[in-house]
């Protein structure tokens, strides 16, 4: 199961982290946000 936490875009280029319980697992396609122009 997977919980989406809302973010808060503070300046253009900062890098959110997330941490979260568990072992480490890559980030899949899904787990990146882009940007709609």
């Known amino acids: ?3 989406c936490q809302p ?3 503070l300046e ?3 890098v ?3 941490v979260k ?3 480490y697992t890559p ?3 899904e787990d990146i ?3 709609v122009t």
Do not use: R
Request: a negative charge.
């Open 21 to 23: 319980d568990g072992p």
């Open 27 to 29: 980030l899949q396609p």
């Open 1 to 3: 199961m997977k919980y």
């Open 16 to 18: 959110i982290f997330e």
């Open 33 to 35: 946000l882009h940007q």
């Open 12 to 14: 253009s280029g900062t």
């Open 7 to 9: 973010l808060e875009v």
